[in-house]
């Protein structure tokens, strides 16, 4: 009886076929990414195949941003550390996480004990290779499962690290797509981190299929922003070249990361909790998710640090899975990430996005109630109950007075924001309602 | 050892005798209303007998009200169906629900099977017989038990509405009762529905008897506009004649409806559910009814549709009986209503329209406390526990900065509404406290 | 590797001996203090010696303070109740609680029955003396515990009360101790009750510790007002006399009474409880205190009556123990007070001043997060759990946005003032973080 276009929506969802997000992750998962260096590159040259949009920069070496200057770049061609016999008992050829980022270039020989004071493990997690760096003080070590250093003899070892630290640059990645209004949504995510598949693989796919998305889309009336950074540096970098611009332009922004997994999802809300980007996320997981785990701004770890920095202040909040042990260790590898977790963060995302295009303000057209029946959306004969059929549209009707926008409207009235836009458009096409001079965000 | 006077409250209450609110109930119960016609002018015309202020007022059919037009007026003279033996089967003459409401004339033999789909019954509640119409799509039908209808056997019928469906008129009735002040208070229910005691003779009557006992007040501020209309076009049609002074003077209203059992008191609050209407009437209930049943806008079914609709914006709520399974059906029958239920929902209201009569501002006219002592208000050998015969007192002393009206003042202290307005009424005598120039809305 | 100064905060709570409040205590229990008399004297003059700033006013018989006036003097050389065999069955000599407050002269036989009358005891608890008061009403009258009174054989009695009710004055204790700025703190506390070691003598000592504290800062920014009164009558004089600069100046105040015993904190708040004296109070008390018993100003029963009354209004709470049966009785003993109460709620006030002292807007001098490292504050080297380190000092400084002092600073990031303020003070000295311009209050 109630006559619902399925065609109307801006929620252009079915069109768009499956990006293949999982193909690229095990593509791009042996490259050995850190805050600079030919890894960090190449994967941008990857992610300009699924979005030709991408441009890449280069910030030289000695570049100071605020508080931070940029490091040298780092570059690895081979390390390892072998035994007495030549065998190569810790290789990064084998798995990038074994050589501490940044590390310095090495060739000696020393024995067990004093090799020791340059092996990370994790007694706790016996099988599993940390990941640790030392971007700012130079010094080099290995990382290694706590199974492997225990099996580590006695005798002398001969430690080979051949990288370069020197001057060159940092490397990031910008898509810029124009919407009709100014107001910009920002997107970041990283591409620093070396072979973990969720921190940090799954951002920048989810990132890139949302791109190519926003890209595909014939109407778009706002811009996009969205960055392919090294964390802090990175976003420290873009934000002190782009401070003025981000402050008037942002109208909310993500950061993507940590994504790849089927865990349950959670929410990092912006500094004060209560931007535009906070209300869109905690709209779309409280219908998609009910069950997601709700962090406080002191739980962040991620670059809202930057972004929600004080004075820098941008709008920025984080739609995560939840925390997780295997964390910055090899066991975030390419199982720990699946097709299904990948699909779940790019629709929890894309769904975000639609809201924000369409947060506008609606008012009815008429005063008191329209009358339903002769438009066909009540039942001619009322009876008890009837009216339950259309009490979504008349809930809808009552709201839309012009002060609420989508995302308060669909709250009051207890929907999802996608179901209360297919009403708003059902009502639009028949003048019952006008969506007013957008102030979208 | 508290003085507190017996006759200075505004709540006067002993002095009007009861109402006989059952008795007009019984009178009005036979009556055949619908939407128009001459049942409303009948039940309009007994009104007048309890209230001589009681003006009607008729709209000409084809009348357009924002998006909707006054209907034809529908008269019933006869309506039955009856079997090839010539028995009545269906009788309107025997229960008015039997009729579909706005059936058109009818008079036809049909087989068993093509007569069914002409009737309307509950199989869920096998006894009762439905309230069913059709107002604006022209249709007849016959409403029966479900038992009933089982029991009707194969054979042709004989179906008979001699019934009129013409130009006419939309009546529906208004009382005006003039305070001192410009603003008002608007009270609304139906005189639209056909033998049904609690939806709706219970409101009527309710209705009328606050009429009364406004009208009977020696001192009065608030100005009363009390209607008695037809649901949904009624007060549309009403909204649309008086929009401007509506939104100028009203500042607080009721829907009085569904009033007259004795189960649990509800609260369908306003479009934002924070008008003085809302807050006086849920000062009311937490006081009287602390169980009460507290409804969310979005359980709305009244009328409280329109006159909270976005752009109407009225401060309308309703205190109600909780919502029912016989609603709508011929079990809401003489028995369903009560003295003691509509004595309780009179004594509701009443206390409402007093508050709201005494929502003033109330200041301290000295600094520091007073010293109760001297006034014999304290006992003055001052011991452990001997203040909290004061307590009260000294609460409603220590809030009456002039900031907070009788209703906030009295939920801060915990006390109803009644009980602060004779404190402040004692005090007020001994020259402690003063009314600000009044803003009591 | 964090490196926190030990010296830099303005908490120098370890320099400051352990004022011997227990002893102050003792020395002056014996006392009968009133509403006036030498007691108050006494307990004043002896007060100087521990703060000499203290400055002692006399206010005459007679004066009006608002709705009050103030009583004759009053006092007592001798009372007692003798029977027929000369022995003195009740005696002011023994416990100064056996004699009513205020009790006129009388020397009178009268039969035990005739006694009785003028007799008053707790049958709930037969072993404590009550104290009892009539100030503005002449009378007199002996307090003892129930077990005394029931062993009081008949037979005639001689009642002896060799008082002084005359014009004279009400005495109370000024301490001003001004800070660079006129921004105020009052505190305030009673001498006006017989030996009673809880309320009040906990109130006096602890207050007095407090002063002599204050007046050994060698920074301060803030002035003090404390004050020493008898209950209502004092304090109603007190704001009488001091209205205008109180209101100009005050920007936060205690009650400090009923603090010497070691069960639960509680918290009194303002009229309002939103102003800095209940904020600083309940942060103060959160962390220190979790469990206190928060009360609602509808329990009060102490002088914020006169400093929260409405027109008066200043920023008054209190914090003192939690409601205790053997108040205003002869169980509130020496046994009751304990040096380690007497203690704990000097600490507490203290800290409470010390956070008003502090209570600034900081703000960071650098965009985006400060790079720690570089600072000795993080790890060189980056691992999971690295930062959890320097976590609080993060936190800290997202929140350092200049728009939140010093306590809704704190209670962002969840820790206490004390050690935000440890945190403040080393970026401060790295110049990450700056104090603005003051409006501490």
């Known amino acids: 009886m109630i006559e619902m276009s399925n065609n109307s929506s801006k929620f252009e969802t079915a069109m768009h076929p499956e990006p293949p997000m999982y193909g690229w992750l095990k593509d791009l998962f042996p490259i050995c990414r850190s805050l600079t260096g030919n890894g960090v590159r190449a994967t941008l ?16 070496s000695g570049t100071v941003a605020f508080d931070w200057t940029v490091p040298n770049e780092w570059n690895v061609s081979e390390a390892y550390v072998e035994n007495e016999r030549g065998e190569r008992v810790i290789d990064f050829a084998i798995n990038n996480l074994h050589l501490m980022g ?21 007694p706790e997690y016996p099988d599993w290779i940390p990941y640790v760096t030392s971007y700012y003080t130079r010094s080099w070590g290995f ?6 250093r225990d099996a580590l003899s006695s005798g002398r070892y001969h430690v080979v690290v051949r990288s370069t630290l020197a001057a060159g640059s940092l490397t990031y990645g910008e898509i810029l797509i124009p919407g009709t209004m100014a107001d910009e949504v920002l997107l970041a995510t990283y591409i620093c981190h070396p072979s973990m598949a969720n921190n940090e693989l799954s951002g920048p796919v989810v990132t890139a299929a949302i791109a190519s998305w926003i890209a595909s889309l014939q109407e778009r009336r706002l811009s996009y922003r969205i960055i392919f950074v090294p964390e802090i540096i990175g976003s420290i970098v ?16 993500y950061v993507v990361t940590c ?44 670059d809202e640090r930057q972004y929600c920095a004080p004075g820098v ?19 975030e590898d390419l199982a720990f990430v699946t097709p299904a977790g990948l699909k779940g963060a790019f629709e929890t995302y894309r769904e975000c996005l639609s809201i924000l295009e369409n947060n506008d303000y609606y008012r009815t057209t008429i005063l008191c109630e329209p009358q339903l ?16 059929k259309v009490s979504e549209m008349m809930n809808v009707i009552a709201y839309c007075d012009g002060q609420n926008d989508l995302i308060e409207l669909s709250d009051t009235v207890g929907l999802p924001a996608s179901r209360v836009l297919e009403i708003l458009q059902t009502l639009i096409r028949h003048g019952l309602i006008e969506r007013l001079a957008t102030s979208s965000c």
């Open 45 to 60: 040259r990857y992610l300009q195949k699924v979005v030709p949009e991408l441009r890449v920069h280069e910030v030289p």
């Open 313 to 331: 202040d941008l709008p920025v909040a984080s739609i995560m899975r939840k925390k997780y042990p295997e964390y910055h260790t090899s066991a």
């Open 238 to 253: 873009y934000i002190s070249k782009h401070l003025h611009e981000l402050k008037k332009n942002v109208r909310a922004g």
């Open 143 to 148: 990382c290694l499962s706590q199974k492997q």
């Open 102 to 122: 940044y590390s310095e270039p090495v060739d000696a020989w020393m024995d067990r004990k004093e090799l020791d004071a340059f092996l990370y493990s994790l």
């Open 259 to 302: 994504v790849g997994d089927e865990r349950a999802y959670s929410f990092l809300p912006s500094r004060h909790g209560n931007t535009l980007a906070d209300r869109a996320a905690r709209h779309v997981l409280r219908h998609r998710a009910p069950g997601y785990v709700a962090y406080s701004f002191l739980d962040r770890g991620s």
């Open 373 to 388: 029946g002769k438009r066909g959306f009540y039942p001619t004969i009322s009876r008890k109950g009837s009216a339950s």
